[in-house]
């Protein structure tokens, strides 16, 4: 029985690692033709999952993946691009929680109950992690959070 729980923990851990291409390699594997149309410095670049002024949207998405948002617009003539990724932070609270039930039977008198407490609560909130400016479909600048 002590063998079931650490075999059932690495199995489960084993099968959430493998899931989906959320790393750079597996987004080079399944887009080679977008990795290889870059140059040398960009490849070496987006196989470290990052990115420098001058790349195409192509390479920032094999480095830094699909982003949660897009904008386009124009700016002095030229057309301009934004992507945003987003991450989730953690807030932290407590909460006062409770409640009280009259029971039931004649005049409520059997099964009574209540219960109170004070608890910890964690919820997640997404926050932009990181952004990308582009110009004619080109990096101009980018920043992430720290």
């Known amino acids: ?7 059932a923990s690495l199995l489960t851990v084993l099968f959430l690692t493998s899931c989906g291409s959320t790393n750079t390699a597996g987004r080079i594997e399944k887009n080679p033709q977008i990795y290889n149309s870059l140059t040398t410095r960009e490849q070496e670049l987006v196989s470290q999952g990052q990115i420098e ?8 998405f094999l480095a830094l993946g ?15 691009m934004r992507w945003d990724y987003t991450g989730l932070y953690p807030v932290y609270s407590n909460s006062f929680y409770g409640h009280f039930g009259s029971g039931y039977g004649r005049y409520g008198r059997y099964g009574r109950y209540g ?5 910890p609560t964690i919820d997640y909130v997404p926050v932009r992690s990181s952004t990308v400016w582009f110009e004619n ?10």
């Open 137 to 146: 479909d080109k990096v101009r600048s980018w920043e992430r959070v720290r």
């Open 66 to 80: 699909e982003p949660d948002r897009r904008l386009e617009g124009q700016s002095e003539g030229k057309s301009t």
């Open 115 to 119: 219960s109170f407490g004070i608890g």
């Open 1 to 7: 029985m002590k063998f079931i729980l650490p075999l």
């Open 53 to 60: 002024e001058g790349m195409p949207p192509g390479a920032v």
